[in-house]
């Protein structure tokens, strides 16, 4: 298990254009679905990694808690699926259903959006205001596997709750911790290994 950290993208940056499938429905979803929401939450995150599984239950809670709100939620799976067959939109799949996850759950075959949001591991979280600019990038909350911290998702139900109220999200942001996402060979981006 590789470690990787957030890159940290400079707040208020545009969030990145995507359009890509849902693993659950087949549709095709992309940005422009989420114009109309006051919040957006981009999550990077897979099946395999045991820092997804360790924050999966709350992810689906999270989800779930604001799912009548004006937060839009997307979930996006960049993993190589050639070497890490967890990680194949059929298995994403099995895993949204499972947990009930409340957001569409996207495939990124080509890694190019992985790319243009700068992510580089899973969970790497990613929150965009009404006007699609970056108010929150990094953790969940403080847990980690082994560390005894409780999950709670308090940083982004922290952000989250504050971008609905119209509130400035504070800029103590700290870096999401997780399994680096898994790149095609050759395909690694210059960010790649900067933090």
Not at 98 to 110: R, S, V, W
Not at 167 to 180: L, M, N, W
């Amino acid at each position: 298990m590789s470690l990787a950290s957030s890159t940290m993208m400079p707040l208020g940056t545009i969030a990145p254009d995507f359009s890509l499938e849902n693993v659950v429905t087949n549709e095709t979803i992309s940005l422009d679905d989420f114009k109309d929401k006051k919040a957006l939450l981009v999550m990077f995150i897979c099946r395999h990694c045991p820092y997804v599984k360790h924050f999966e239950k709350e992810i689906a809670k999270i989800s779930k808690d604001y799912k009548d709100s004006d937060l839009g939620i997307v979930g996006i799976s960049s993993n190589d699926a050639n070497y890490y067959p967890e990680d194949a939109p059929s298995s994403l799949k099995e895993m949204a259903t499972k947990l009930g996850f409340a957001f569409p759950y996207l495939y990124d075959e080509t890694q190019d959006v992985a790319k243009l949001y700068t992510a580089v591991c899973t969970p790497d979280l990613f929150l965009f205001d009404k006007e699609l600019k970056l108010v929150y990038r990094g953790q969940i909350d403080d847990s980690r596997p082994g560390n005894q911290n409780p999950v709670t998702g308090r940083d982004i139900r922290l952000a989250i709750d504050a971008v609905l109220l119209d509130q400035e999200v504070g800029p103590d942001q700290k870096p999401s911790t997780g399994c680096s996402i898994k790149w095609k060979k050759g395909n690694e981006p210059l960010y790649y290994g900067v933090h």
